[in-house]
């Protein structure tokens, strides 16, 4: 709880800085973010690769692994289709597409806006971001709770990138790959997935 709370603290301040402008101009124009993120992910890389044991858990779940990221589809659509209840505007394919993004924000975002219009396609993008925020300070409880499988769920598609640092720290190294496994097939996924619920469907 106690990390969860430093990295709220740290998002706010950074939100903070960010909408008043009080940082100069060469910060808040250049993407530090994504530099950030390449060296969290070659700090996971360096971790996961020196410890042995990691490479055992796909030996170990060897065919099962694919279950990962099927269940993660499987229960972000369950979910998003039990509280379309709660929203009539929106049609169940809508709520399933938004559903779909599975935490891919920018992608999904995109391909809705493009097929269903703005609105949902404004939606869709604050849903995963949340997804994705929720992943990065709720994680510890998740694992605490309904286990470390429940961390790489709740990242969906970011469990190989933006939220693997966090998934990694209270997963385990050995979990981590899996994790990766996961987000990686949910990313590829995403582009076929969401046309097809909102065409199709």
């Known amino acids: 709880m106690k990390n969860s709370l430093i990295i709220l603290g740290f998002f706010a301040l950074g ?38 044991s ?10 099962k692994i694919i279950l990962v990221p099927l269940c ?15 929203t009539p505007e929106i049609q169940i394919k809508e709520a399933l597409a938004v559903g779909a993004g599975f935490g891919y924000y920018s992608l999904s975002s995109i391909f809705i806006t493009q097929i269903s219009g703005e609105t ?19 994680v510890p409880i998740f694992v605490k709770y309904f286990g470390k499988l429940a961390g790489i769920a709740s990242g969906g598609a970011t469990a190989m990138d933006t939220t693997l640092p966090i998934i990694s720290k209270y997963t385990g190294k050995e979990w981590a790959i899996i994790a990766v496994f996961s987000g990686i097939v949910l990313t590829i996924l995403v582009p076929f997935l969401v046309p097809f619920i909102l065409e199709v469907l």
Request: hydrophobic share 60%.
């Open 15 to 52: 939100l903070i800085l960010g909408l008043t402008r009080f940082l100069p101009d060469v910060i808040m124009e250049s993407d530090f973010s994504m530099y950030a993120l390449y060296l969290l992910m070659f700090l996971v890389g360096i971790g996961i690769g020196a410890d042995r």
């Open 54 to 63: 990691s490479w055992k858990v796909i030996k170990e779940t060897n065919i």
């Open 72 to 86: 993660v589809i499987v229960g972000s659509l369950v979910g998003v289709a039990a509280i379309s209840i709660f």
């Open 120 to 138: 949902l396609g404004v939606i869709a993008l604050l849903s995963n971001i949340l997804r994705e925020i929720i992943t990065l300070l709720a």
